[in-house]
């Protein structure tokens, strides 16, 4: 194993050859492989560039860079790319448009990220890779799991550094990436060592293929380990051995036609045809669990409709199952922002309000309006003339009204000196809507296998039905019984002692004080 996956630990900064994120707005992240050649490529003489909307990034300006860091965009030669290639293809170019490739690195036709210029715009921030980054970037196969469904997934099958997981379809990837992390405490040094794993199947071939690049990109080999199998017919072991498995996500479109194969032992004819699945006939051959035996296994199916929910309670219950409980996460996003109230903010700009902030600046705002009046009144001279002219105060045209807003010189270094992003009250604000349904999560737990001998031995410890000594009564009139006992008791003994009392000499009384 060269390195960690950068997904579990991406070092200080951005290396070559690693998966990094190139963060260009909030809704817009972009997964990219940092490379360091020095030769053109793809017809840019400064070697690979990531294009955005944002401007052009050469990979070198990218590369050793802390995470986290701010990139401006770099002045790229993008119109001569096809006049390149063009060439590079044999094509005429004019004498005249010839480029000049002279200049920068040793390699002849390259420009060294020395002689880059900054962009006089555009930039862009560089991210370590997150499996919550990845599943919002990743190229799409398939419906994937989100991180709100994730997160509350690995939780409730409490995935935990050590733990092994199945995992089924794997799909695009995006629950393996978060399971990966979940489980991790370290590679395998080889195929016995106990270390937390993830263990996934994928049906479809070509999803199958490209998992499996993915993740020895990711350098995740080792700790996901994929196989391209039908689990309906064929179940989840790994090379005919039990992944020992202590949690299970089934992200399948019949969830209850793997069941029977995670079964402790193997499912009864009877359960199997009170599933609906007669088909799976015993094959005769031994018969292995997936699961760990020593625990209990937690599992958790992925369903868009409550047809294929209810499909897969019945056959849990079949299957003896245990709590099993549906969930679905209705997620919102809830934005935190700064809202600014004020009458002497700029008109039309996001997040203000332009209304007296405080009963204070409401009456300044009316007395002065008063005074204009009053003035105008007075002398029948144009107001905004006279207002440029005074020191005093300054007018702001509204940019979408037209409309004049004056503002006090107070008003105006006030505004002039808070920091934009300090100003104005933090207010929090959800959805309005929430926007899509994911799917329902059935949760449900197998308990640990138990057998005769671990029977005994717990009857030994605590021999249950074998007490000694009975504390108290049964039946009702037994306690009536007792209680009347209890009181006669109580009568005899008053009884008796005031009766010594009475007999005690009254020399020895007179003494009590
Ligand atoms: C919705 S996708 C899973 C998405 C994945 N959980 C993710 O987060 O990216 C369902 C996957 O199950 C796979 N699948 C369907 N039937 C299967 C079967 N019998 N055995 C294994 N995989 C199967 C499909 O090929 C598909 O890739």
């Known amino acids: 194993m060269s390195a960690v996956s950068p997904f579990l630990d991406p070092g200080p900064r951005t290396t070559p050859n690693s998966l990094a994120v190139a963060h260009l707005s909030r809704d817009s992240i972009q997964p990219i492989y940092l490379k360091e050649t020095s030769g053109t490529t793809d017809g840019y003489a400064e070697g690979p560039v990531l294009n955005t909307r944002f401007g052009s990034f050469p990979h070198s300006t990218l590369l050793n860079k802390p995470w986290g860091s701010q990139i401006r965009a770099s002045v790229v030669d993008t119109g001569s790319r096809g006049r390149r290639l063009k060439r590079e293809h044999g094509e005429h170019v004019a004498d005249g448009e010839k480029l000049d490739n002279s200049k920068g690195d040793s390699t002849p036709g390259t420009t060294s990220s020395r002689d880059l ?31 709100p469904d994730y997160s509350y997934i690995l939780h409730r099958i409490r995935a935990r550094p050590g733990m092994k997981i199945i995992e089924a379809g794997a799909g695009s990837g995006s629950f393996t990436h978060a399971a990966a992390r979940a489980i991790y405490n370290g590679y395998p040094k080889d195929a016995h060592d106990v270390k937390g794993k993830v263990f996934s199947f994928e049906f479809n071939h ?31 072991l790994v090379d005919n051995e039990s992944p020992g498995a202590e949690c299970v996500f089934l992200d399948l479109p019949a969830p209850w036609k793997a069941l029977p194969h995670l079964a402790r032992n193997r499912p009864t004819q009877s359960q199997l045809s009170s599933s609906g699945l007669d088909n799976l006939q015993d094959t005769g051959s031994e018969w292995k669990s997936p699961l760990r035996p020593d625990r ?30 549906m969930v679905e996460v209705a997620h919102r996003r809830i934005n935190v922002m700064r809202e600014r109230i ?8 996001r997040g203000s309000t332009q209304t007296a902030a405080n009963v204070e600046e409401a009456i300044a705002k009316l007395q002065e309006v008063e005074g204009r009046y009053k003035t105008s009144r007075g002398q029948s001279q144009d107001v905004d003339i006279e207002m440029g002219e005074d020191d005093e105060t300054a007018v702001e045209n509204n940019p979408i009204d037209g409309s004049k807003t004056t503002l006090l010189s107070s008003e105006v270094e006030g505004a002039q000196s808070a920091k934009p992003w300090m100003s104005g009250r933090v ?3 959800t959805e309005p809507e929430i926007k899509t349904h994911t799917s329902y999560l059935v949760f449900a737990l197998l308990p640990q296998e138990w057998t005769e001998a671990q029977e005994s031995a717990a009857f030994e410890s605590w021999p249950c039905g074998k ?13 009536k019984q007792e209680k009347r006992e209890l009181l006669q008791g109580k009568k005899r003994k008053k009884d008796t002692d005031s009766k010594s009392e009475a007999e005690r000499p009254l020399s020895k009384k007179s003494k009590t004080p």
């Not at 499996?212 to 990711?218: A, N, P, R, V």
């Not at 849990?316 to 099993?324: S, Y």
């Not at 004020?342 to 700009?349: I, N, Q, S, Y």
Request: with cysteine; charged share 25%; proline share 6%.
């Open 117 to 147: 210029k900054v962009a006089p715009s555009g930039f862009i921030h560089i991210l370590p890779p997150t499996p919550e980054l990845w599943t919002i970037s990743l190229p799409h196969r398939t419906q994937v799991v989100y991180t």
């Open 467 to 479: 007490e000694r000594k009975v504390i108290g009564k049964l039946d009702k009139e037994a306690r």
């Open 427 to 429: 207010i929090h604000r």
């Open 206 to 236: 070509d999803r199958y293929q490209q998992m499996q690049k993915e993740i020895e990109d990711h350098r995740l080999d080792g700790i996901v380990q994929i196989t391209h199998r039908d689990v309906y017919n064929h179940g989840f």
């Open 342 to 349: 004020g009458l002497h903010l700029p008109a039309g700009e």
């Open 296 to 325: 209990t296994a937690y599992l958790c199916t992925f369903s868009p409709c409550i047809e294929q929910v209810t499909r897969t309670v019945d056959v849990m219950r079949h299957l003896g199952w245990m709590e099993i409980e």
